[in-house]
Antibody, heavy 124, light 107 residues
Framework: QVQLQQSGPGLVKPSQTLSLTCAISGDSVSNNRAAWNWIRQSPSRGLEWLTRTYYRSNWYNDYAVSVKSRVTINVDTSKNQFSLQLNSVTPEDTAVYYC??????????????WGQGTLVTVSS | SALTQPASVSGSPGQPITISCTGTSSDVGGYKYVSWYQQHPGKAPELIIYDVSHRPSGVPDRFSGSQSGNTASLTISGLQAEDEADYYCSSFTTNWVFGGGTKLTVL
């Protein structure tokens, strides 16, 4: 059974950096049939995909246009986890942040396991 | 949101309901990668349908999905009280796009 355990602060000051980590159990971050995503949810924006990382002989990252200039996704294979950094946050970045596993093989794509969610509030 | 869903639907126990999800030929209509997620308050979304009409193991067979053109649909054939939740559709193209969500009320 795959489990994704999120960690990170729930309060970030404006202009600072939001940092979250997603620890994986029951799978490997290097699984070449999976991709590892960050998605956020807020009342104003609904569910919004942010970024993804995946391994296909090399590591690849994709980013949503809306946050591309501010977002970084990293992998720590030794700890089997991946992380999100979002720079220069504003109150509009207040949301529940989720990590999620994506099955990504030819002919099928879906998000089958999600982390528990982390409410991140941007406020001074 | 990129995909359009009704804000709310309701039904009585045992009745069927359908939730629509309308996109464009660039997402829903162009790919067979529509999935549906159920979300109870305070919980993470859970996958209930993938690739338009496939059910993951453990999802009751009263949940079904279909697609016609740019519109996908989720049908619950016989509502149960525990089905009261928010439902989201999504489409994978090169990235994920989501619907705005539909609140299902079981009367």
């Amino acid at each position: 059974q795959v489990q994704l355990q999120q960690s990170g602060p729930g309060l970030v000051k404006p202009s600072q950096t939001l940092s979250l980590t997603c620890a994986i159990s029951g799978d490997s971050v290097s699984n070449n049939r999976a991709a590892w995503n960050w998605i956020r949810q807020s009342p104003s924006r609904g569910l919004e995909w942010l970024t993804r990382t995946y391994y296909r002989s090399n590591w690849y990252n994709d980013y949503a246009v809306s946050v591309k200039s501010r977002v970084t996704i990293n992998v720590d294979t030794s700890k089997n986890q991946f992380s999100l950094q979002l720079n220069s946050v504003t109150p509009e970045d207040t949301a529940v942040y989720y990590c999620a596993r994506q099955i990504a093989t030819a002919g099928t794509y879906y998000l089958d396991y999600w982390g528990q969610g982390t409410l991140v509030t941007v406020s001074s | 949101s990129a995909l359009t869903q009704p804000a709310s639907v309701s039904g009585s126990p045992g009745q069927p309901i359908t939730i629509s999800c309308t996109g464009t030929s660039s997402d829903v209509g162009g790919y067979k990668y529509v999935s549906w997620y159920q979300q109870h308050p305070g919980k993470a979304p859970e996958l209930i349908i993938y690739d338009v009409s496939h059910r993951p193991s453990g999802v009751p067979d009263r949940f079904s999905g279909s697609q016609s053109g740019n519109t996908a649909s989720l049908t619950i054939s016989g509502l149960q009280a525990e089905d009261e939740a928010d439902y989201y559709c999504s489409s994978f193209t090169t990235n994920w796009v989501f619907g705005g969500g539909t609140k299902l009320t079981v009367l």
